[in-house]
């Protein structure tokens, strides 16, 4: 006989096609309209820009300088990069290629976020799985950041994929446990933070192992199976760049003063418990919900793999709220699914045993009524969500991240009807607009210096431009020897923003070189007006 029970049981054993249905969906749309709409922003034009060089030296087979440009990359660790020039072997990068790549591990990571789901022995865990793939694939956050290429989304996947290689050698075979060091390295080769936050967390845990749980001989050949070998790695590669210990403090020290005396205490305590309800969470109700399960996630203190997802995450939140000189939303990007797991999990647990209290009261309509208001209010956010990851993608850049019309940059604001603006018609001015009049004014082939730029106008994203530019030939032969461009931006523009002010806007007042000098003369001048920049072209014969 067919039973509820059945039909429930029979669809949990396809949840994971369920998932994989849904993130290469969402993904299509995200290629299609949100991908084709997103300007080029400064960090992912400064990657880009290096990724062009690296597959400069993979197409004509110079592996020397493919090394040598990657140990040049010591800032920033290149295995994104090794990754992201891929596409190079198939046909020459670009931004849509890069991106694509991106996109992938968007596919990869919600799968990876149902899979460390089911690995935590937890009741009900294909459920929570589901819930959880569910809230990263609809999570404006990951839309935002599958849109655009920087390394969160790389570094959600490896972070995600170490923590169940860990779980799977603490449940199975210990030799996995030297995979498990691997993962931390490679995560690190991601990014450092990624990997030495991640270890943190795992020391921490192992440590409760050690003094609670009394395991001591099995924690600390655990322990050492695996810090060992990453800590070999560490040290290898730090030296290996001729004693970078204290560039790589720095780093994660992120000295960056960026957000300083912008709010009062209470902003930065709530900054980042903002971040995951009202960013990552695509429904507010539901965000606020995983929130104070999670903060209940005690509860699996003795659960290994819970423990660990907790305090990875509870160790991030703090050290990120303390560092108010730079607080930004993406920076808990790697932790929220962990957020959402222990968060639903908890849920879960209070839900079963609601069900139950009512069940024995005969009262077993209430958990539907309640359900299905639940239903009710997910499909309306979901409704609503399209337009809400414009407007978050937007916010969390502060840039005008899809060209939107009179955007302004907004720093601790939390009310969500302030983040929209409209979207651009199709006539638009567009970044990409500026360069393509840059270079069919002056000659690519001489000597061009620039004066001004913004984040959307960025010296990496222009170098990319103006080498696929020179290879189409569609500069001008001039006299001048040399130019000079002058980029001005007016004080009402969309690029007009804190970052620029605090970046940007001091590299404007070098125009006294061209000014002072009468050998430059001006030989044309554009004002973008809907993007609120005047354009200056100097030449020098």
């Not at 638009?428 to 001004?452: H, M, N």
């Amino acid at each position: 006989m067919l039973t509820l029970r059945k039909i429930i049981n029979d669809a949990e054993k396809h949840l994971f096609w369920l998932v994989l249905i849904l993130a290469v969906t969402v993904s299509i749309f995200i290629r299609f309209v949100y991908q084709a709409k997103a300007i080029v922003v400064w960090d992912e034009g400064f990657h880009s820009e290096w990724i062009y060089w690296l597959s400069d030296a993979a197409r004509a087979g110079s592996w020397a300088d493919f090394w040598q440009i990657s140990k040049s990359s010591f800032h920033y660790p290149p295995l994104f990069l090794w990754i992201m020039v891929l596409p190079t072997f198939i046909e020459p990068v670009s931004i849509a290629s890069i991106r694509f790549v991106n996109l992938l591990f968007y596919i990869l990571s919600a799968i990876t976020v149902y899979l460390l789901a089911l690995s935590t022995s937890t009741k009900y865990k294909r459920i929570i799985g589901l819930l959880s793939a569910g809230i990263f694939i609809f999570s404006p956050m990951s839309i935002t950041f599958a849109t655009i290429a920087l390394r969160e989304m790389m570094g959600v996947f490896f972070t995600l994929t170490t923590l169940l290689i860990y779980i799977y050698s603490y449940k199975k075979r210990p030799i996995y446990l030297l995979l498990t060091s691997v993962s931390f390295v490679v995560l690190s080769l991601v990014k450092y933070n990624f990997g030495i936050l991640l270890f943190s967390a795992y020391f921490l845990s192992e440590a409760f192992e050690l003094v609670i749980v009394k395991r001591r001989a099995k924690t600390f050949a655990r322990f050492f199976i695996v810090s060992v070998p990453y800590a070999v790695f560490l040290i290898w590669w730090v030296f290996i760049y001729h004693d970078k210990f204290g560039h790589l403090l720095k780093l994660l020290q992120n000295e960056t003063v960026y957000t300083a005396g912008l709010t009062d205490i209470t902003g930065y305590l709530l900054f980042y418990p903002r971040a995951v309800v009202l960013f990552y969470s695509p429904s507010v109700f539901f965000g606020v919900l995983a929130l104070v399960g999670f903060a209940f996630g005690i509860y699996f203190i003795k659960n290994s793999p819970m423990r660990l997802m907790w305090l990875y995450a509870a160790v991030n939140i703090i050290l990120g709220t303390i560092h108010t000189e730079n607080v930004q939303e993406r920076y808990i990007f790697t932790i929220f699914p962990c957020i959402f797991i222990v968060g639903i999990s908890v849920l879960v647990e209070i839900w079963i045993r609601i069900y139950r209290f009512f069940s024995h009261k005969n009262l077993r309509f209430l958990p539907q009524i309640i359900l299905l208001v639940f239903s009710v209010i997910g499909i309306y956010d979901l409704v609503r969500l399209p337009g809400l990851v414009y407007a978050v993608g937007s916010y969390t850049n502060k840039v005008a991240l899809y060209n939107e019309i009179g955007f302004k940059d907004l720093w601790f604001d939390y009310n969500r009807s302030h983040w929209r603006f409209p979207l651009p018609e199709e006539k638009t001015e567009k970044p990409y607009d500026v360069f393509e009049y840059i270079a069919k004014t002056v000659d690519l082939t001489k000597p061009v210096s620039f004066i001004g730029e913004t984040n959307e106008l960025s010296q990496p994203y222009r170098n990319i431009l103006f080498s696929e530019f020179k290879r189409s030939g569609i500069s001008p032969q001039l006299a001048p020897r040399e130019f000079t461009v002058v980029t001005t931006v007016s004080p009402t523009s969309k690029f007009y923003t804190h970052d620029y002010k605090l970046q940007h806007i001091w590299k404007v007042q070098n125009r006294f070189i061209v000014d002072a000098d009468p050998t430059w003369e001006k030989i044309a001048e554009k004002e973008f007006k809907d993007l609120g920049v005047k354009i200056e072209i100097f030449g020098r014969k």
